[in-house]
């Protein structure tokens, strides 16, 4: 799984600042994990989709599994009192605490992830200031 977080990494860390970066990593690799562990219950046979998409004012990450879906409508708090000790349930929580739209989609099989570009930052090339 790192290999393609490291993939979409080299492809938008030139549109994202720092903080945002780890940000969209958090979230990738949690929708990631959300969809090869639960989506598809570690069947190496079903793939995971991830579709990218670099607009002039936003990211938009897809992904999507092959499993029967879950209710994403209703989810459990993570911060309500009888969850705080849980070992799990907390991935979808930071994904929509992280990214600035998030949606599920074809029955709960795919998320959609978005994180705005407004305040982007454009590595410049090296070679000295422009002024």
Known sequence: MPEIINEIFLKIKKYINEDDLFNIR????EALTNAIKHGNRFNRNLEVEVFLEIKKDKL????HDKGEGFD???L???????NLSK???RGIFLIKNFMDDVRFF???RGI?????????RINEEKGGKKG
């Open 106 to 108: 074809d029955c709960g």
């Open 72 to 74: 994403y409508k209703n």
């Open 76 to 82: 459990k708090d993570p911060t309500e009192p009888d």
């Open 87 to 89: 070992t799990s349930g």
């Open 112 to 120: 959609e992830m978005v994180k705005s570009l407004k305040n982007r």
């Open 26 to 29: 958090i979230s990738l690799l």
């Open 60 to 63: 938009i990450i897809k992904i």
